[in-house]
């Protein structure tokens, strides 16, 4: 028994030697498998410690933001303006929804989150700037490493961000050392570090697309780069559509399995746009600054031209992201193609040229390792979570509400006595229809949109064809881009402040928007001011759809008491919340929010205020659909 096990030890000790891995390496992997199967098998719950946000310091709160909005005031296209402000400083929140659709469509969604392309652009820049006042590259890496952490608390410090800014930092530490071959091991001790920290980080896609793209490109970057250049492409272009290339392949079967399509012709538009946001960060950055500082001394023209060479890239990005998505088979939706490209790809490269056995070793274990994540993906997908079985059809004397597991967005169903209402459609990845059909609905009167945002109406289109829906409705006088909307309901109703509709035996009260069209700011965002709230009525029972209204603007409605409360905007911070809880006694809480997503919801601020009042709380995120029926007089979950 000893001599096969010596025996069995030096075989591990060879293979570990011949995969180039260290004993630093191989703990973090120890430690990174432990991290998530503690999370996955329910031993550590992955909601407490999620990545939420940097906080912002008061003194620099205000210059910030005063700095976040400048490409939207001193821009004068509001698409234009609403890009540059995705690309330079992550802010998505103006985007309006048919240019999220376009973006999504053609792969270029990224480019408008603030990223690793975004850490390395910072660092980029800092290491040139040292170049050009003559210092040596100690000084622009010391530089950079100063800038990076700035940039990450300019940007808002979400979870994306703090990632790419966390895996930033080891890259310059280990240039300065001199010890640029031990990145891929900073790499698995990054993801072991980060898994740790904050439980259930691994579920979030964002961290699954990030890590896949920086294992890709460790692995293959220089192997793919020097192919490109050994076939005549110019050194000067090999390098980024190498990156550019196997990123869009290794996270291609990770986007198949999480949201059920990957761009095909997305490889194509990010050749062309990601040199053009990669100028848009820079001189939108600069121009920003610039344009802050000239608005403070009352030089508004200056302040316009500094963001005019902005205003014209993020113009550019606008039409390749139109264009690129409407080019045919610009999705793809097979499994097996999305897996067969990546494979084949990396294949090709492993095996190419003359490379030691360790090096061909190590490459294919990092594409078997790549497969199997994906692999273990698919398996994962909805297994963890409770919901999935499909609930028998509500009693004629029952409504049921059924706050829908879709991910990052909103969906509320609405039934009873053979009638059914959709509040919401969530985004366009969050499989709407079948979450419904589990709620024991086949079929719908209407849907109802509470604003055009959309991680609400996103899958507005597969419920109209799929349920059959013989009306839908949307606020009066809402801000956003309808036209969709309006050319594909069947019949369009508009609501306002004192209209009312019935589902059923239940009675829907629209509070608000008022009908005049005019929405007051209450937290500065005027498309989730001015999304409808809906109070249904069901004998004594209430509940309350506010939508993505906050509590700043549903305090001042004369809310009853409520036995639900769907909680506002997935659970976004809302200091406000006490006082609507005090006014309100809510019994039950719903939230819906996206397992892993990377803005943090539901807040800690958020389930703290509710633990307080004591509400009991349901997650979608945790809990699946939360499906509640009412008899009149009190809710019950069923299933």
Request: hydrophobic share 50%.
């Amino acid at each position: 028994m000893r001599m096969h096990l010596h025996r069995l030890e030096r075989v591990w000790r060879a293979a570990v030697r011949r995969a180039g891995w260290r004993p630093p390496t191989l703990v973090a992997v120890v430690a990174l498998v432990v991290a998530i199967l503690v999370v996955e098998l329910g031993w550590r719950d992955p909601g407490p410690g999620m990545l939420v946000a940097v906080p912002t310091p008061g003194v620099l709160r205000e210059p910030i933001e005063r700095l976040r909005s400048v490409p939207l005031v001193r821009i004068g296209d509001p698409r234009a303006a609403a890009v540059a402000s995705g690309v330079v400083f992550g802010r998505t929140d103006h985007v309006s929804p048919v240019d999220e659709q376009a973006f999504l469509d053609s792969g270029l969604w990224h480019l408008l989150a603030a990223s690793g392309q975004n850490i390395a652009l910072v660092a980029a820049c800092c290491v040139l700037l040292a170049r050009a006042v003559g210092a040596g590259r100690t000084t622009g890496a010391v530089l950079a490493l100063a800038a990076i952490p700035l940039y990450v608390l300019v940007v808002g410090g979400g979870a994306s961000i703090v990632r790419a800014g966390f895996m930033g930092e080891l890259m310059l530490v280990a240039w300065l050392a001199g010890r640029m071959a031990d990145v891929r091991h900073m790499l698995v001790v990054a993801a072991a570090t980060i898994c740790w920290i904050w439980p259930g980080a691994h579920r979030g896609l964002g961290m699954q697309l990030s890590f896949a793209c920086v294992a890709v490109l460790i692995a293959w970057a220089s192997p793919a780069t020097a192919a490109l250049r050994d076939r005549g492409v110019p050194t000067w272009l090999a390098g980024g559509l190498s990156a550019t290339l196997l990123c869009s392949l290794a996270t291609a079967p990770l986007l198949v399995l999480s949201t059920g399509g990957a761009p095909l012709t997305g490889i194509v538009a990010n050749i062309v746009a990601v040199p053009i946001a990669a100028c848009l960060l820079v001189l939108g950055l600069a121009g920003a600054f610039i344009a802050l500082g000239a608005t403070a001394l009352g030089w508004g023209t200056v302040a316009d031209l500094a963001m005019w060479p902005a205003s014209l890239l993020s113009s550019t990005l606008v039409r390749i992201a139109e264009r690129a998505a409407n080019l045919p088979a610009a999705q793809t939706t097979s499994i097996t193609l999305a897996l067969s490209m990546p494979a084949i790809a990396l294949a090709v490269v492993a095996l190419r040229g003359p490379l030691s056995h360790r090096r061909r070793l190590r490459r294919r274990l990092v594409a078997v390792g790549l497969v199997v994540a994906c692999l273990l993906s698919a398996m994962s997908l909805g297994a963890h979570r409770p919901g999935a079985g499909a609930a028998a059809a509500p009693s004629s004397d029952v409504l049921r509400i059924a706050v829908l597991d879709i991910g990052q967005g909103d969906a509320t169903l609405l039934a009873s006595d053979g009638h059914a209402i959709l509040v919401d459609t969530g985004p366009p990845d969050g499989n709407v229809v079948r979450r419904v059909r589990e709620a024991g609905v086949e079929h719908l009167d209407g849907i109802v949109l509470t604003h055009d945002s959309l991680d609400h109406r996103g899958g507005f289109e597969h419920a109209l064809a799929a349920l059959d829906p013989a009306w839908v409705a949307m606020p009066r006088s809402a801000p956003g881009p309808w036209r969709r909307v309006r050319e594909a309901a069947p019949r369009l109703v508009e609501l306002c402040a004192g209209g009312a509709f019935t589902v059923g035996r239940a009675h829907v009260d629209v509070l608000h928007p008022q009908c005049s069209g005019v929405i007051v700011p209450r937290t500065g965002d005027l498309h989730n001011d001015g999304a409808m709230v809906l109070l249904v009525s069901h004998g004594d029972v209430r509940a309350l759809l506010p939508a993505d209204a906050e509590a700043p603007v549903l305090v001042g409605l004369g809310l009853p008491r409520l036995d639900l409360l769907r909680v506002s905007h997935h659970g976004s911070e809302d200091p406000a919340l006490p006082a609507l809880l005090a006014r309100t006694q809510p019994q039950v809480a719903a939230i819906s929010a996206g397992e892993g997503n990377d803005y943090g919801h539901p807040r800690r601020q958020v389930l703290d205020a509710l633990a307080s009042a004591g509400v009991r709380t349901f997650r979608t995120d945790q809990d699946g659909s939360v499906v509640l029926d009412s008899d009149g007089r009190r809710l019950m979950r069923v299933g």
